[in-house]
T-cell receptor
């Protein structure tokens, strides 16, 4: 079974530029999550989708971050404009949708460096 | 709000030593608890989970018991191997819609020397 795919794996940009990350979840998974992992810390949830609807985006900095999940499959996360503090690994995860016991399967992440 | 606290690393052990990584949590309601592992250069992988009090999760020789009375979920392994060197994350989940919101601890780096 194919895992969660993410691209690109690495991205270097200058502050105030824009950037987009792509995620393809495991086939059939209803829930999709984006996390931000700053170096030396645990991942922090940014947004959760259920099929193509947003379930929770309370921790997404909406002035600069946006995300969508078209047709309930692939998802993109965009940052515009980027700040230095956005340097982190952006993780995508997906799950079947089992409530609190839902196991989330993570992709390899995209490492973003903002100069 | 919910939070997870785990022991800071790095934890350095010799091969075949006993491992304990402490994890305590604060949560409302009845969360599920997870241990995830991140090997060098790889993504997070689920190691084990427990969904209710007194449940024991186990996998690959690792185990952890959900202790509601002490709000803990300590990770243990009787005999570690060099291949266990990784960063270990404790996490709890709260239900959101059909999925859940994972709250992670800061991670504990384990280094096993031959």
């Amino acid at each position: 079974e194919a895992g969660v795919a993410q691209s690109p794996r690495y991205k270097i940009i200058e502050k105030r530029q824009s950037v987009a990350f792509w995620c393809n979840p495991i086939s059939g998974h209803a829930t999709l999550y984006w996390y931000q992992q700053i170096l030396g810390q645990g991942p922090k949830l940014l947004i959760q989708f259920q099929n193509n609807g947003v379930v929770d985006d309370s921790q997404l900095p909406k002035d600069r971050f946006s995300a969508e999940r078209l047709k309930g499959v692939d998802s993109t996360l965009k940052i515009q404009p980027a700040k230095l503090e956005d340097s982190a690994v952006y993780l995508c995860a997906s799950g079947l949708g089992g409530g609190s016991t839902d196991t989330q399967y993570f992709g390899p992440g995209t490492r973003l460096t903002v100069l | 709000g919910d939070s997870v606290t785990q022991m800071e690393g790095p934890v350095t052990l010799s091969e075949e030593a006993f491992l304990t990584i402490n994890c305590t949590y604060t949560a409302t309601g009845y969360p599920s608890l997870f241990w995830y592992v991140q090997y060098p250069g790889e993504g997070l992988q689920l190691l084990l989970k427990a969904t209710k009090a007194d449940d024991k999760g186990s996998n690959k020789g690792f185990e952890a018991t959900y202790r509601k009375e002490t709000t803990s979920f300590h990770l243990e392994k009787g005999s570690v191997q060099v291949s266990d060197s990784a960063v270990y994350f404790c996490a709890l989940s709260d239900t959101i819609g059909a999925g859940n919101m994972l709250t992670f601890g800061g991670g504990t780096r384990l280094m096993v020397k031959p």
